[in-house]
């Protein structure tokens, strides 16, 4: 009569999983599939810490993703001027007030209170679309330097190319309000 000896050193969740891991392992082989029987080890190596039957997935591109979505996130910004933009255009009119004196002429004080929050606020916006810019297109180039043979995620691709786009738009309308070609301040004269 044979008796079965039990390693006493290993938790009750160790050894379920090694003998749902045996357990699976024979199946494939019954089965005559050596790739199942390496997919079977393959899972419980991929998944430590999982329970038995449990298989725990990489999800590759979740960083090229998230910076898909940071892009996009940051071209919209730059298209509305974002807090930041407002708050800074709103210091700028402020500063503009407290430096100019009531008998300074009208030019003046418009350029002071309004054109120079103006600017302010294009300046943001030009940054935001330049980080929109930035972000877009190493999410774009990074499978180049990746992996050889793994394709990039067609929606991470959109994504991407939705920020590049409009940090480019946002780009473009910062320059135009920056340098007064687009809705310059009304003349005094």
Do not use: C, N
Not at 104 to 110: H, M, N, P
Not at 170 to 185: E, F, R, T
């Amino acid at each position: 009569m044979a008796t079965k000896t039990t390693d006493v050193s290993r938790t009750d969740d160790e050894r379920a999983r090694q003998e749902a891991a045996a357990g699976t392992e024979d199946e494939a082989r019954e089965a005559g599939t050596e790739e199942a029987a390496a997919g079977a080890e393959g899972a419980e190596a991929a998944a430590p810490g999982a329970e038995p039957g449990e298989v725990r997935e990489k999800t590759p591109g979740v960083g090229q993703g998230a910076g898909a979505v940071v892009s996009a996130a940051l071209g919209v910004v730059s298209l509305s001027g974002g807090w930041i933009g407002t708050v800074a255009g709103a210091r700028e009119t402020l500063v503009g007030q407290l430096q100019t004196s009531s008998g300074a002429s009208v030019g003046k004080q418009i350029k002071e209170v309004y054109g120079d929050a103006w600017h302010t606020t294009a300046l943001w916006a030009g940054l935001f679309a330049l980080a929109a810019l930035v972000v877009g297109v190493v999410v774009l180039v990074r499978p180049a330097f990746g992996t050889p043979g793994r394709p990039q995620a067609a929606w991470i691709r959109s994504v991407a190319w939705a920020g590049v786009s409009l940090g480019v738009v946002g780009l473009l309308l910062a320059v135009l309000k920056y340098s007064d070609a687009l809705l310059a301040l009304p003349s005094t004269g």
